[in-house]
């Protein structure tokens, strides 16, 4: 790919195709030929032994409308919770970072340290750390129950509302630090210049803050919605036997049922949506810059 | 998965992330102990061999081994081995056994290992323990090596049940490890009242306090008997049947959850009132928590059978058999019973198991009394493909939807 017949003068030239000739390759070995796997898998018929299945290419369309209609469900339960999850992140995380980049001082980079530092527990222990917290029995519950905001189930695990949660604060680190980068590189004499024009703190915040902080909150969301959206974990361990997300039955017809082709089907189904979907909110939010 | 010792976190988690169907056995021992063997592994276990236990009960296993040299490798589920055990075999023995608790999931190991299989490539491992219906799965692909009559005399005393059932008459290919029953297992205060049949499962009383197993056998098994379905010779409609019924619960909001082996915090700490279980799990909770019962509904439980198999791919087949023979000695197999409190496979263990832990021998969950015996079915094994993808995708589509 790197132009093999081209003469020494062009070396310049070459020089950079070069050096991103690794990472193409990675690409290209990790993502590019799995995703034509995934694809061709998806478009098979299975067949043979359920052991050992056979998968026989055949252009099979129908398991794209199988995976549509089987689980319309799951489908929109998944990018319901991934959304909300996105926008509970950018709630939470915009003072935080709006904090620790103007406000926080010398103790800039203590919080930012604090804020990291449970990341460093593992994923899974952190998401059932919160069954102990959620518990029927525990305080938390105890204490929503007598001033009656509990949800309908009568209990906070199990719920979609765990599992939401869930979402939320096992991806919002992922929201906060290319918020904190992008509040972080706004140059403050911007905000004395809106201050000297007589603008308020919020308009000063609308019209300059917010804007700038564009290119965080784009890639915030990117980061919080995507692996949100493929998160089983969460749902499986903190949800019900009614919060299943893509991620579970796409974990299940791989593994228990062996319907390979659905699985990649649904895999796919996933993929298309969030890319449109991304595609669509990177064209609103109308930025090419990523932080 | 989540259920393993309090607080500690549990090193062995994170090997299972992705597996939802967990294995079935709970690690084994509340505290500092099970989490010590859980990173250290075999020569944690190995370390553990204390000087009387090694020898004095095997003379005779290691006369029988006598051929067998050099190193045997054996794959097993973790925490499924009695402290002290490994070394004492080896000592008995003079075999040099690398025991790796790397059998997390029966799936999962398939799919890893079904390429070099098919190749008749080594896979690290001399002997394996998997459940019994993966077991028949390898035997009709021929990926297994019989175990000598000869090399294994001890297997007389296999439990007639097991010896002679259909799926490996005279238990040629598979020499079943441990066994153990799926039950009902309640918490008393939650429940209020003792749990005796499956239809207590679908009292409005309990509604979002049940959970069921996920893995298709399990989880239908007893739900199937209790509308007098079979599962010896299922059909489509009794599995339909039951699928029926847990998707009309399901969508009541009856069923909590569906889970793999992780049921136990909820049912310890109250979230869950009645649970599908495995016996073996409900002793050792049991320990921390004497609320928790473990019942075999009336109409009836089922058992789960791991079994022992050698690869066809096998770099040492005689110490295989060795370590069989010598496991299938009542005494040394007491001493493996007590340790990990699942249901013998040998018949006629109440002897040795009460010179081991007299607690262990009159406990009703791993030394069941004839009642219960009677009262507990096998799924046919092995069952035909068609019936297992069926079966599968019917019960798949009401726990993954």
Known sequence: MAGVASSSRQRSKI????????????????????????????????????????????????????AFSTYQDQIIRTFTYALVATLLCLVLAFPLAYVIAFKAGRYKNLILGLVILPFFVTFLIRTIAWKTILADDGWVVTALGTVGLLPSEGRLLSTSWAVVGGLTYNWIIFMVLPLYVSLEKIDPRLIEASKDLYSSNRRSFTKVILPLSMPGVLAGSLLVFIPASGDFINADYLGSTKTTMIGNVVQ?????????????ALSM??????????????????????? | MASQHDGAIDPLLLSRLGASRASRRRFLGGGAAAAAAAILGPSFLAACGSKNEAGSTSTSSSESAGPATGKLRVSNWP???????????????????????????????FAKNKEPLSRKQDIGADLVVPTQFMAARLMQLGWLNEISD?????????????????????RKFTAPYMTGMVGLAYNKAATGRPIKTVDDLWDPKFAGKVSLLSDTQDGLGLVMLSQGSSIEDPTTEGVQKAVDLIKEQKDKGQIRRFTGNDYGDDLSSGNVAIAQAYSGDVVQLQHDNPDLEFVVPESGGTWFIDTQVIPYTTQNQKAAEA????????????????????????????????????????????????????????????????QTQEFNSAYAAVTGG
């Open chain 1, 15 to 66: 020089a950079p195709y070069l050096m991103i000739l690794p990472a193409l390759a990675y690409l290209g070995v990790f993502f590019v030929v799995p995703f034509f796997t995934l694809l061709k898998t998806s478009l098979s018929t299975s067949g043979g032994s359920i052991y050992l299945p056979t998968l026989s290419f055949a252009w099979k369309f129908g398991n794209y409308s199988h």
């Open chain 1, 252 to 264: 299940k017809q791989f593994l228990v049922v062996k319907d390979y082709p659905a699985a990649a």
């Open chain 1, 269 to 291: 189904v996933l993929m298309a949506i969030i890319l449109v979907g991304v595609m669509l909110y990177t064209r609103a939010l109308g930025t090419e810059d990523l932080v």
């Open chain 2, 79 to 109: 925490l499924y081995m009695a402290d002290g055990w490994v070394a004492a075999f080896q000592k008995a023995s003079g075999l040099t056994v690398d025991y790796k608790e790397d059998f997390n999931d029966n799936e999962q190991w």
């Open chain 2, 150 to 170: 000869s090399a294994v005399p001890n297997k007389k005393n296999l439990r007639p049940d097991l010896l002679n059932a259909a799926v490996d008459p005279g």
């Open chain 2, 323 to 386: 370590w069989i023979d010598y496991l299938y000695d009542r005494a040394n197999y007491a001493r493996l019973v007590v340790g990990v409190q699942y249901v013998p496979v040998l018949s006629d263990m109440t002897d040795e198991l009460n010179k081991v832990d007299p607690k262990v021998g009159s406990n009703p969950l791993i030394n069941p009394p004839q009642a219960t015996l009677d009262k507990l079915k096998s799924w046919k094994a092995p069952l035909s493909d068609e």
